[in-house]
């Protein structure tokens, strides 16, 4: 055969080529040259083996992979079917149809993006006409919803975008929260993920039309936009550089890697918001130029695509102030703003990062998006610096706050996770437990396309060196030397803590294997200054043995490593023993003061109310309790199984006193898969804090006892009186009383002072709902005196209001005292009845 040209001349063919007819075989072929080309550029000095070069045969996470194909990605198909009806809109607008009712929204194409990128990732894995069918339906939808100059935002496409819903009342006008980068960079990590597993570049044309668009509103000008000018503004929501980077790696084309560059470089400098809130510059990461930044600040999902985002750019250009800036907002992300459990973005409101230390436990937000984000950050700081700390964190966030996300059955979500809940506190979106879909679905779409990605995250070379990053039962086959490599784990990880390599060569070739010792197996359960281990036990060393032989190697940024002339048969062996671990936190986090966590291997131990009979908040431990002979359990449920512990703890009992009793601990990343209960993460160690009933009226409340008709299973009657201010009638995330499932019927709720009191006022803040609880049709109070019952005579301007987001205040219409008050309402038809808050004020 005759070579046709140099190697430089077939990888511009291949460029040349990508985008003309050609059949599946050549398009891998020219996707095969391009990649060839862009390994001699500049580049992480570790590459990873790619999920589908690794086979997963791990008992942990092959029924999650199996999960993902047959239940979770289907079931997000069905419920991103509306991202679908808007890209409709947009196709028929576009084609001079009429179109009505068309509803405006940011962003939820973005979600059926995600949902796309997924699938395509299974399908790399194992072919599937019938869901390769699905994504080339939606491709074609896709691009014919996109305009002939490349712009595709379906709510300015058919005019239904407005200010008012902060889109802007033209294109790029509000980029700062209109989405419109967000959702077409993950349309470009959708199209590459399709693009690599069929060969069909459709879609990769569409994201590569958009990109070239983009670049000249954002950056030339177009007369189009802006009178022409460029609009020189960075994303309100980043996304769009990590996928240019992709774009970049897929295609070769220096542009991609430009824009994200000039992304980069313009944020907090050309643009910088003015305001509180999501318009403060702290918001988005505006505050200050991306090199200049030293903290983790803002919103946490935006923070860690934009880290993840400064590594992939600072690497290909060789720019090293991004990995400095990064170095010194890991430090602060990891001493001072990270959840044990890897989660990130403490703050509601914001959804993000709060104050240094600023951990609270029930009220933490913890987006599942910002623990997806934490994951591919530090995997790309470890691709960058072969440091295993950061492979630590990845894996934390991953075991503990990203798998709770989703339930074993993979088909509801946590969008919140916090480290404490009382069981029907509403803190996921309106409900105490994982719900089947959110309004805002950016994370259980996030989760369809981070867990088929897990298997590329298990192995990463260079030419002679081999790194084990993460223990999966597993197998690949990676060139060493210039030398085929076999490469194989027989492990239970993350279970059990042996691992066992086996290494195949197709010859003897030198290398060196790299194999992590987490930091969990030392002085602490994840880097950084915030959390570490309080027990004092006598772990089983450490041991590694090469064909039987033990070695004792060095550990160097967390590796050991063994360096000889493998040869087919060659066996490592290494065990890492997964004691149950005390921890305790930095003093600095208050919510932590004088409470200890329990952790084993990588996971971090919660306590379930279904397992310990009762609420979790009534443990405590006057003592570090000894772990060293706590047993394992293998707890199994019809789609899945996990390890439970336990350990000698004390609780208080209802009347005060306290008992020995043991606790039940299961993994977090396991709770609220029986039903939902109680859950604590950090147990206190003073008896003084731990609390019978957590339901149980506050001391500092108004009311020393309430009753009602009938109280909801799912909320609680202390709600009324908790002093928990509401900000919105919506009842999410709030305490309430509602009478679900008792529809049209009549109800009261009698509300007893501590002594007889001079009544000023009382203000009831009335729930409703977007489903069953809705404002009662009428309503009156009753008040108690000497224990007979009487109507309350309103003051002459008082009615019954049924205002919502506020308190409904009436006033008696003369001097009252009383000794409870009753209040009576009639729902409306077909309708539950609901309350927030009942604030009572007194003369003095």
């Known amino acids: 055969m005759t070579n046709s040209g140099p190697p ?37 000095p570790l590459k990873p083996v790619p999920f589908n070069r690794v086979e997963m045969t791990s008992d942990f996470w092959r029924p999650r992979l199996e999960t993902q194909r047959k239940t979770l990605v289907p079931f997000a198909f069905e419920r991103t079917q509306p991202g679908v009806e808007h890209l409709k809109a947009a196709r028929d607008f576009l084609a001079g149809k009429k179109v009505e009712g068309h509803r405006a929204h940011r962003f939820i194409d973005s979600d059926l993006y995600k949902v796309m990128e997924g699938a395509a990732y299974l399908l790399q894995l194992r072919h599937d006409s019938e869901l390769e069918r699905t994504l080339d339906d939606l491709a074609d939808v896709i691009a014919a919803a996109q305009h002939e100059n490349g712009y595709l935002y379906p709510s300015h496409t058919t005019g239904a975008g407005s200010a008012k819903q902060m889109m802007g009342d033209e294109p790029y006008s509000y980029i700062v929260h209109s989405h419109e980068l967000y ?25 590569e039309k958009s990109a070239v668009h983009i670049n000249k509103v954002i950056f030339e000008g177009d007369p189009d936009y802006n009178n022409g000018k460029p609009i020189r503004q960075a994303p309100g929501h980043q996304e769009m550089e990590l996928a240019l980077v992709k774009l970049y790696r897929v295609t ?5 890697l430009d824009m994200a560059r000039k992304f980069l470089e313009i944020r907090g400098v050309t643009y910088v918001p003015d305001g509180d809130g999501v318009m403060s510059p702290t918001y988005a990461q505006q505050h200050a130029p991306v090199t200049e930044q030293k903290e983790a600040v803002g919103h ?12 992939d750019v600072g690497t290909l250009t060789g720019e090293p102030a991004y990995g400095r800036a990064l170095d010194r907002i890991w430090e602060n992300i990891t001493n001072t703003r990270m959840h044990i459990t890897g989660g990130l973005g403490a703050v509601h409101g914001i959804e993000g990062f709060g104050p240094q230390y600023e951990l609270p436990n029930a009220d933490a937000f913890n987006e599942t998006c910002a623990a997806v984000g934490n994951v591919l950050f530090n995997y790309r700081m470890f691709l960058l610096h072969k ?58 779409s996030n989760m369809a396309r981070l867990v088929p990605q897990v298997p590329g995250m298990t192995y990463a070379h260079d030419d002679t060196d081999l790194y084990i990053t993460f223990f999966a039962e597993s197998r690949t086959e990676v060139e060493l030397n210039g ?111 004088n409470r200890i966590a329990f952790t084993r291997g990588p996971f971090v131990l919660c306590a379930e109310g279904v397992d310990n009979g009762g609420a979790t908040q009534r443990f405590f431990f006057d003592q570090l309790p000894d772990t060293s002979k706590s047993t394992l359990t293998t707890t199994t449920i019809e789609t899945g199984s996990f390890i439970q512990t336990d350990v000698p703890a004390q609780s208080v009992t209802q009347s005060g006193d306290s008992e020995n009793t043991p606790l039940v601990l299961t993994p977090y990343y396991a709770w609220n898969n029986r039903g939902t209960s109680s859950m604590t993460v950090w147990f206190p160690r003073d008896k003084s804090l731990a609390v019978f009933d957590p339901h149980d009226l506050p001391n500092d409340s108004v009311f020393a006892k309430i009753t009602a008709s009938h109280t909801s299973p799912l909320d609680t009657l202390s709600a009324i009186g908790d002093g928990k201010e509401p900000r919105f009638s919506s009842g999410k995330n709030v305490p309430r009383w509602t009478s679900r499932p008792q529809k049209g019927k009549s109800q009261w709720v009698e509300a007893r002072f501590a002594e007889t009191s001079q ?86």
């Open 8 to 44: 430089e001349d077939l990888v511009l063919r291949a460029l040349n080529n990508i985008g003309k007819p050609m059949c599946r075989a050549s398009h891998m072929m020219a996707f095969i040259l391009v990649t060839m080309s862009l390994a001699s550029a500049a580049d992480y």
């Open 183 to 207: 959702n077409v960079g993950h349309l470009y990590e959708a199209a590459i993920a399709y693009y690599r597993a069929t060969g069909k570049r459709n879609l990769l044309d569409v994201a």
């Open 252 to 256: 070769g084309k220096p542009l991609y």
């Open 300 to 311: 946490a999902v935006r923070a860690t695509y934009l880290y993840s985002a400064m590594a």
């Open 387 to 444: 440091d295993a700390k950061y492979l630590d964190v990845a894996e934390v966030a991953l075991l503990n706050n990203v798998l709770a996300a989703v339930n074993l059955d993979g088909n509801r979500f946590f969008y919140v996770n916090p480290l404490e809940a009382d069981g029907k506190y509403p803190f996921n979106h309106g409900t105490a437990g994982r719900a089947p879909w959110f309004g805002t679905a950016c994370c259980p």
């Open 483 to 593: 030398v085929a490599v076999k490469v194989e784990q027989k492990t239970a990880y993350p279970n059990d803590g042996e691992i066992s390599v086996a290494i195949s060569p197709a010859k003897p070739t030198k290398f060196r294997m790299w194999l992590r010792i987490p930091t969990w197996t030392q002085g602490r359960f994840v880097p950084g200054e915030l959390y570490r281990y309080a027990d004092s036990i006598a772990a089983a060393p450490i041991t590694m043995f090469v064909n039987g032989d033990r070695i004792d190697a060095p550990v160097k940024k967390g590796f050991v490593s063994v360096e000889r002339q493998w040869r087919a048969g060659d066996r490592v062996v290494l065990n890492l023993p997964m004691p149950v671990r005390v921890t305790e936190c930095h003093p600095a986090v208050e919510a932590n003061t």
């Open 759 to 844: 009544l000023r006022h009382v203000g009831v803040y009335w729930m409703q709902d977007q489903f069953d609880v809705k404002f009662p049709d009428a309503w009156s109070l009753e008040v108690e005196q000497d224990g007979i019952w009487n109507a309350l005579e309103l003051y002459t301007t008082d009615r019954y209001d049924t205002r919502a987001n506020q308190y409904n205040v009436v006033h008696p219409a003369a001097p009252l005292k009383c000794d409870a008050i009753r209040i009576k309402m009639t729902p409306k038809e077909d309708s539950c009845l609901g309350i927030l808050e009942v604030q009572v004020a007194f003369e003095e």
